[in-house]
């Protein structure tokens, strides 16, 4: 670096310390609206810090800091663990981000802590969050990556929901803030909640959720449903009443609710997409079939087990359905988030054998491994596409008749599933007992394009996927197996 150079390096640390200085024993904001006119007066701007460093904006107008934000500011001071269920466009992040800020700035207790912001899985969101903090200092020149922001001595990191291992061995956390944590992909959801709250007995930090809500079943209505006991979180509710005449013009809000998401954006409903595969009509008469029967199951009825294994991000399923009572009832439904390989094939076998006396397993054949390994554990033979080649050589229309476990191609077979699925529902035979409420979820938000399921529109997709192979059993049940 020139000479130059390193004056202008030296003076601007220089101005960023005198700015800095400036904030300390700073009130986040006066309250009292004549305490804080005088004050500001008296002291030419200098009362608090969102005026030292400027108000928010919206639209190119300044705005004040409203009672609703009191609210936040208040639960925050009470206890370190907030729930916020908002309506987009409050300025609830911004103000969280602020926060952030003047914790780090208001003096020296957190210095050499860690602040970590959690968004949805897109990098360039972890991108315009630290953007943002580094925004509200537009005079000082930030030295760091992207993703990074140090204010006096403190790392305020931003990571997208797929990148939490990094998260997890971090020292010294003191705020952990989760950004629109409803729209975290399902399993994503659940650890981003469980990475959080394991720092409580190691560093008890500020853990704040703020999201709009998404899909009924999520993560935000799971806390939402807990008893006030049991909750971690002091939940608060900001709907877009709360903003009127304030944040939002009437005009503004008669034109949002013209829109079809006016529900979820704006008045708290957990709306989701709804989906076009299935009829709500034909849902809803399964949940009501459902109530009927026993949902663990008839260990004499004969079953059917659907097992989608994960890939990546995905979590690893099993369906499992039965004949009783006429219908075709779900007695098992669950979802398993970053698997053991082991530990899943032991799950298999002991629903097999064990638990549900099941008939017939299929499996995504995508996953050959996981196919090989069931085999071996049911005995099946493992050369399965060998016996397949041999006994369609000798025209054998069935060859599955011979397997425990058979392997299905999603990609030569998924639109027949989903069309089977979608006749059974009609047929009114399908029952699901409220308990297997992530399935049903799945059935209400599944969402195709010509025959495809497009699975970034369809909530626990994985699920919904296990749940059509089980269902395949049913229309080869006529037939040899």
Wanted: hydrophobic share 40%; proline share 4%.
């Amino acid at each position: 670096m020139s000479y130059l150079g390193k004056n202008l390096d030296r003076r601007n640390q220089t101005q960023q310390k005198q700015f800095f200085r400036r904030l300390q024993g700073k009130p986040f904001w006066i309250w009292d609206r004549e305490a804080h006119r005088q004050r500001h007066a008296r002291t030419s701007g200098n009362c608090c810090f969102n005026h030292i460093i400027g108000l928010p904006e919206k639209k190119g107008v300044k705005y004040p800091l409203f009672d609703y934000e009191k609210t936040v500011c208040d639960a925050l001071e009470q206890t370190k663990h907030v729930w916020i269920k908002k309506a987009t466009g409050l300025g609830i992040t911004e103000l969280m981000l602020r926060y952030m800020a003047w914790l780090c700035l208001r003096d020296n207790s957190l210095r050499g802590s860690r602040m970590c912001i959690v968004t949805g899985p897109r990098i360039d969101l972890a991108i315009t969050l630290i953007d943002r903090i580094k925004g509200l200092f537009p005079e000082t020149a930030f030295d760091t990556r992207e993703t990074l922001v140090i204010l006096n001595g403190i790392k305020i990191e931003a990571f997208p929901s797929h990148h939490l291992d990094d998260i997890r061995g971090l020292a010294n956390v003191s705020f952990i803030l989760l950004d629109e944590a409803d729209f975290f992909p399902p399993g994503q959801q659940q650890d981003a909640r469980h990475v959080s709250e394991r720092y409580i007995a190691k560093s008890d930090p500020y853990i704040v959720m703020v999201s709009t809500p998404n899909a009924p079943d999520g993560l935000f209505e799971e806390i939402e449903r807990e008893h006030e006991d049991e909750c971690l979180y002091k939940r608060i509710y900001l709907n877009y009443t709360v903003g009127l005449g304030k944040i939002y013009s009437h005009e503004e809000i008669r034109k949002a609710r013209a829109s079809p998401s006016f529900d979820r954006e704006y008045d708290l409903k957990y709306a989701g997409k709804i989906g076009n595969i299935f009829h709500a009509r034909d849902i809803d008469a399964a949940i009501e079939l459902g109530r009927q029967y026993d949902p663990r199951g008839n260990y004499d009825s004969p079953k059917s087990l659907g097992i989608d294994p994960a890939f990546g991000s995905s979590n690893f399923a099993f369906v499992i359905t039965q004949v009783a009572n006429g219908r075709l009832e779900v007695v098992y439904a669950e979802e398993f988030e970053r698997p053991d390989f082991v530990e899943m094939v032991d799950t298999a076998v002991e629903l097999v054998k064990y638990q549900y006396n099941i008939n017939k397993v299929y499996v995504d054949s995508s996953n050959p491994a996981i196919v090989t390994a069931l085999k071996a554990a049911l005995g099946d033979r493992t050369d399965y596409n060998k016996q397949m080649e041999y006994l369609r050589a000798h025209r054998v229309a069935t060859p599955i008749r011979w397997m425990k476990v058979v392997p299905v191609s999603f990609h030569a077979e998924h639109k027949e599933m989903l069309g089977n699925v979608k006749m059974l529902l009609e047929k009114g035979i399908v029952a699901i007992n409220p308990v297997f409420s992530k399935l049903i979820t799945s059935l209400r938000t599944a969402t195709e394009l010509e025959g495809t399921l497009i699975k970034a529109d369809t909530v626990y997709n994985d699920l919904f996927d296990a749940f059509r192979l089980s269902l395949k059993y049913y229309y080869l049940i006529e037939q040899p197996r």
